[in-house]
């Protein structure tokens, strides 16, 4: 059996792979990304309730707990990009702008040096905390001792700054107490307005202009970008419109095909030809089948519903009836939106219209 001190040493320095920088930071966009848009499916049907004015105890008796899980992925995760993209901006300018050194002088003479460090090594190696790298990073900046100090200014700005002190009191408020989460609604608003702009301009630097693969997801079918929309379309807050994103931008995520990212995967066919049979083999409430906006196969499955007015229980005879269409589904990248939210050409986004209805 293999002892504690061995297993954990049998690790890799995820910065030696190919291309990769600022350790785990885009992982860790990614997990807050793909947390932040899982909030529509947990919320679906409380949509309303941040719709309208309705009491904080109304709005928490009707939250699940996994939609708390999600709120605190969120922050913890892009408190943690941000964390370790300060570090690495620091420490591309000199390690120990990041590290605080060991006593042993030949790791010192390393860092200082810039030479690359044994696991043995950098086990005696601290990281500085999150509130230190923040300092160090704005003094270079407002000092211009940066040798990148014109292309980080924006770091700088007033908005930044409070965003990083929030993020950071967010994230203690769940770390070390543990008792505080944000709702639906702040969270829709904390990601959109104040996240997402300071997001664009990071993977903008051209450090970290080509690393848009490791965080982002695939294109979608339909050509529609929910980040970008939802950077520039949540100034009026609508939960409705921003949740039509979000299922999007999840379900870009989950897309199986590998012809999302302009490849061909091996078993492509294969996943399609399943998707739409599993998708045709829907027998009840089925409207029609069509094109998913992401995925872009015909595995989309439109239900219906009949709706009856006056109708005698004993006789079956009704005055009016009504169909409509109350939920779609797709069989391959799992995209799923029902008739709480309106349809995409209300919002201005460039989807199908689902929402039908009849007397």
């Known amino acids: 059996m293999n002892s504690l001190d061995s297993i954990c040493r049998d690790g890799a ?28 499916r947990e919320m679906k049907y409380s949509l309303h309730l941040f719709e309208k004015s309705h009491s904080d105890k109304e709005k928490d008796l009707n939250t699940g707990l996994r939609f708390f899980d999600l709120s605190a992925e969120v922050v913890l995760h ?47 190696v601290m990281s500085i905390e999150y509130r230190e790298a923040y300092k160090r990073l704005m003094r270079l900046i407002d000092s211009g001792k940066m040798s990148s100090a014109c292309d980080l200014k924006f770091f700088a700005e007033s908005s930044t700054r409070s965003f990083l002190d929030k993020i950071n009191f967010l994230r203690n408020r769940i770390w070390h107490r543990g008792t505080y989460l944000l709702r639906y609604d702040a969270l829709d608003q904390f990601v959109c307005l104040y996240f997402l702009p300071l997001l664009s301009r990071i993977v903008c630097l051209d450090r970290y202009s080509n690393k848009e693969h490791r965080w982002k997801y695939g294109k979608l079918a339909c050509g529609f970008d929910p980040l970008e929309f939802l950077e520039h379309e949540c100034i009026d807050y609508n939960p409705g419109k921003v949740a039509f994103a979000k299922e999007l931008a999840l379900a870009a995520y989950e897309n199986p095909l590998m012809g999302k990212d302009g490849l061909t995967g091996w078993f492509d066919d294969e996943i399609s030809s399943r998707a739409i049979a599993a998708a045709h083999s829907e027998k009840y409430n089925v409207g029609r089948f069509t094109d998913c906006p992401v995925c872009g196969i015909k ?41 709480h939210l309106e349809n995409g050409s209300q919002y201005g986004i460039p989807v199908e219209d689902y929402w039908e209805g009849e007397e």
């Open 13 to 40: 320095n995820i910065d030696s792979f190919e291309g990769a920088v600022a350790g785990f930071a885009f992982q860790s966009l990614r997990l807050g990304l793909r947390a932040f848009f899982s909030t529509y």
């Open 299 to 339: 595995s989309l499955v439109v239900y219906d519903d009949v709706e009856v007015v006056g109708e005698d229980p004993v006789t079956g005879q009704y005055d009016r009836a009504f169909r409509y269409t109350w939920q779609v589904k797709c069989n391959c990248c799992s995209f799923e939106i029902n008739h």
């Open 78 to 124: 892009f408190h943690h990009f941000v964390e370790l993209i300060m570090k690495d901006l620091l420490r591309s300018e000199h390690p120990l702008l990041a590290d605080r050194g060991s006593g042993d002088a030949v790791v010192l003479k390393k860092l200082l040096s810039n030479e690359p460090l044994s696991p043995e090594e950098e086990t005696g």
